[in-house]
């Protein structure tokens, strides 16, 4: 938790909690509660379930947080029966190539999480940002790799894009 607390003193505002993991989800939604509890007024939570949600119970279970969105809370293909939940559910790893993404378009997620080495590049993020909001998305933006170089190109994308979330 001091960890936690670090972070918000320097300004974080958005915090990530993986989810989903086999046989411990009422143990994680436990720990949510402690998290939500620490977090700050203004402080947005955002989940990362990796494809792991196998129910909509699970999913409807997370609206009980106070929750920016959970990314790919099930598998690609299963989004459009899942389209209508209480939670606001985003696309991550399934926003690969130019055809993930036109596919998207028609799913009407709330929000894209683009990573710019998956989808081709930083000339082809500013493409995908514009389709995410004529999609009626919040294009938020990520990345794949940790380390100096990632991290100064993740951030001149981010200066360049000033209207993008970040994740």
């Known amino acids: 938790w001091s960890e936690l607390q670090s972070k918000q003193d320097a300004g974080y505002q958005h915090f990530k909690r993986k989810v989903g993991r086999p046989g411990l989800f009422s143990q ?24 792991a949600l196998t129910s909509r119970a ?3 279970a997370l609206a009980a947080f106070d929750i920016e969105f959970v990314e790919e809370p099930m598998a690609f293909d299963d989004y459009v ?19 993930d993404l036109t596919r998207a378009a028609h799913l009407k997620p709330r929000h894209w999480v ?25 294009p938020v933006l990520s ?3 940790d380390g100096p170089v990632a991290r ?12 993008v979330a970040h994740g």
Do not use: M
């Not at 029966?81 to 790893?93: F, G, I, R």
């Open 81 to 99: 029966q899942w389209s209508e939940t209480p939670v606001p559910l985003a696309l991550d790893e399934s926003l690969r190539d130019h055809s």
């Open 28 to 51: 994680e939604l436990e720990t949510l509660k402690e998290l939500q509890s620490k977090l700050g007024t203004g402080d947005k939570l955002r989940l990362d379930a990796n494809r």
């Open 114 to 138: 683009l990573k710019p080495a998956l989808i081709g590049g930083p000339l082809e993020l500013f493409h995908e940002v514009e389709r995410a909001e004529k999609a009626g998305a919040q």
């Open 152 to 163: 100064a190109a993740y951030l001149e994308c981010a200066r360049l894009l000033p209207g």
């Open 58 to 60: 699970q999913v409807e």
């Open 143 to 145: 990345h794949l790799f």
